[in-house]
């Protein structure tokens, strides 16, 4: 019996099914290396601030210096970020006390806990410095910051060895990021102990000459002379010296880092 002939341009496997295959393995190619991708990208998110940390120090020398600018410079208006008044019960009382109450836990990786009213940081030895703010929604503002250099106060407190970073737990409570819908959060944030160190970190208590008014952070905020505004946490409650961040909120070192934000946020 003879064969039947095969239809011209037929072969065993025709043309539209050669190309079908091809472009299975491609798109089959193409999901291995995006999942090998997103694997790595999350190994490396999950470095998160040693990442952060190791190109600042190797871009930026330590002891540079934020510009410091004259009182001509000062902005007229200086926006508030974040927050503007907590809706938090206890700091409203403490609030309408004058924050007579108002203590600042430092603890953590120290060898004496501190608990220090707004008087004994006040009583410390002070810097003024004007500065500009850098927000991350693109705007800045220039303005006058009086307050004690934090590496006095934890000269103070005495760091351990084993402390790496300082966490700052704050009274007020925000949204995920661009979720207004989300559920509150207190905001953290967190700096190392090179960020410490600078001259330009100060723990401020006064804004433009006159005692810091509550939109701004009162009645203690950090103020960093290097990095932008979400990185300078507002309306102080405690501040922790800790190893690493493994089991504090999100685990990224801050809210908006744990929303996706980078941990060193130089300008």
Sequence with gaps: MKKKPREPGRTGLSRRRLLEAAATGVLAQTALAR?????????VLDLGPGVDEAVQRAVVPTN????????????????????????????QRLASQGFADWRLAVDGLVDRPLVLSLADIRAMPSVTQITRHDCVEGWNCI???TGVPFSHLLA????????R????????KVNSA???????????????????????????????GETLPIPYGAPLRLRLGRQLGYKM???????ALVRDFH???????????????????GI
């Excluded at 999100?250 to 941990?263: K, S, V």
Aim: aromatic residues 16%; contains cysteine; glycine residues 10%.
């Design 35 to 43: 999942d090998a991708r997103a694997d790595w990208v999350g190994r």
């Design 64 to 91: 540079a210096r934020a510009q410091e600018y004259t009182q001509a410079d000062i902005s007229a208006h200086f926006r508030s970020n974040g927050t503007h008044d907590p809706d938090d019960a206890e700091y």
């Design 143 to 145: 303005g006058q910051w």
């Design 156 to 163: 103070l407190a005495g760091v351990q060895k084993a402390a």
């Design 165 to 172: 970073y300082v966490v700052f737990f704050c009274y007020d």
């Design 178 to 208: 661009g979720d207004v819908s989300g559920a509150a959060e207190n905001y953290y944030e967190s700096i190392d102990l090179t960020e410490v160190a600078h001259p330009q970190t100060l723990l401020a208590y006064a804004m433009n």
């Design 233 to 239: 946490p507002k309306y102080l409650k405690r501040v």
């Design 247 to 265: 089991g504090i909120e999100g685990g990224r070192g801050g809210f908006y880092e744990d929303n996706g934000y980078a941990w060193y946020a």
